[in-house]
């Protein structure tokens, strides 16, 4: 080679090579695999880069230092980033495990010579949705782990870990389409009889699970409801202040209206929580917040054995939309129960084709 092309490397002809040069004297040698063409386009890169880090010696030095950070680093900063902004706790373990599983799983496997998130570049995120996708057989999951993967880099870019064009060029990388989960149409016996076998063997499980059923509200928000949230009008639950730090929104989502039926749900499930000194309007056995995955998993495991289908809280949620669109019950009534606040969503339901919905169609056309 000579010294023509001095500081390239050939590792596969006309596809990538590996470039090493010292940014300035007495610094340590950099190593780096690129994508080119040919050897001269390799070189040519090589200028390009070794003129870049030379820029980046006129930045401030914090911001320099910043740029030079190991991931470790950029983690902590991160996570007390996350937690500045009281995330789930759901949401901080997404995060760590994503960022873990790119930046010490995936990168030690295959750019074992990058060091910071700063020395990220575009094709280091394609080659982690392959690798995720394929390696590790998680198609499904593809479209969540990028939306995740690229919030981490924009949270990187805010706290001066990466430059600007890097989150630019993110943009090109796109999500696959979400996938419509197919839900099961079950008939209201097959609902009573499933919420009668929750109330025989958990009955702290039925509680949350039959308010889910009457106000499609969430699982997460359901558990997280406090006795104190419920107002009372003599022994008469008459409304719940479901406030904003435990919607997923962030918005307060008040249940103004209760019918008979609610009233003594609440009544019942409240009485039970006084009885364990909890804080919580729907308590576990123990007295504790019931967890929403415990929930989760005995739903799944109780509606296959009795109805023979496999649901979960969110299918009830679900159903409730469903039977407020066929019903046509005005979006306004359906966003004040359920506390919805995406309209477009809800017109999603709406616009479901239904059996019922198709026979009337059929009827009204035959002649």
């Known amino acids: ?10 590792k596969v002809k006309g596809r990538r090579y590996e470039i090493y040069f010292r940014p300035f004297r007495g610094a340590k040698k950099i190593h780096r695999n690129i994508e080119a063409a040919s050897i001269s386009e390799a070189y040519y890169r090589r200028q390009e880069i070794i003129a870049g880090y030379r820029k980046n010696e006129e930045m401030p030095e914090e911001d320099r230092v910043r740029l030079s950070s190991s991931f470790t680093e950029a983690w902590e900063q991160l996570s007390k980033d996350l937690l500045t902004e009281n995330r789930p706790k759901k949401t901080k373990n997404r995060y760590r495990r994503t960022f873990w599983r790119m930046f010490d799983e995936f990168l030690k496997k295959n750019y074992p010579y990058i060091q910071s998130p700063s020395q990220l570049s575009l094709p280091f995120f394609r080659e982690y949705r392959n690798y995720y996708a394929n390696d590790l057989g ?18 990187l870019y805010m706290l ?27 008939s209201k016996s097959d609902i009573k009889k499933l919420l009668l076998a929750i109330k025989s063997q958990r009955l702290d499980y039925y509680y949350p699970l039959a308010f889910i059923v009457r106000t499609g509200r969430r699982i997460a928000e359901t558990t997280l409801i406090k006795k104190e949230d ?28 209760l019918d008979a039926e609610l009233e003594q749900l609440i009544a019942e499930a409240n009485k039970r929580s006084l ?4 804080p919580y309007l729907f308590c576990s056995r123990r007295g504790n917040k ?16 009795v109805i023979g289908i496999t649901i979960t809280p969110h ?35 709406y616009s479901h084709s239904t059996n019922d919905g198709q026979d009337k169609v059929l009827d009204v056309t035959r002649l």
């Open 1 to 10: 080679m000579g010294k023509r092309y001095e500081g390239v490397r050939e």
């Open 138 to 155: 998680r198609p499904n999951g593809l479209r969540a782990e990028l939306i995740i993967a690229k919030a981490i880099m924009r949270r």
């Open 160 to 186: 001066g870990y990466c430059k600007e064009e890097l989150i630019k060029k993110l943009t090109e990388i796109k999500k696959p389409r979400a996938r419509k989960k197919d839900y099961p149409d079950i």
């Open 230 to 257: 419920v107002e009372f009008r003599g022994f008469r639950p008459v409304r719940i202040n479901i406030k904003a730090e435990i919607t997923k929104t962030k918005e307060n989502a008040p249940l103004m209206k």
């Open 275 to 278: 009885r364990r000194r909890t």
């Open 290 to 305: 019931c967890t929403p995955g415990r929930i989760r998993d005995f739903l799944k495991k109780v509606s296959r054995q």
């Open 315 to 349: 299918y009830f949620r679900h159903r409730f939309f469903t039977e407020c669109g066929k019903a046509n019950v005005p979006l306004a009534d359906v966003k004040a129960i359920s506390g919805i606040k995406d309209v477009q969503v809800l017109l999603n339901y």
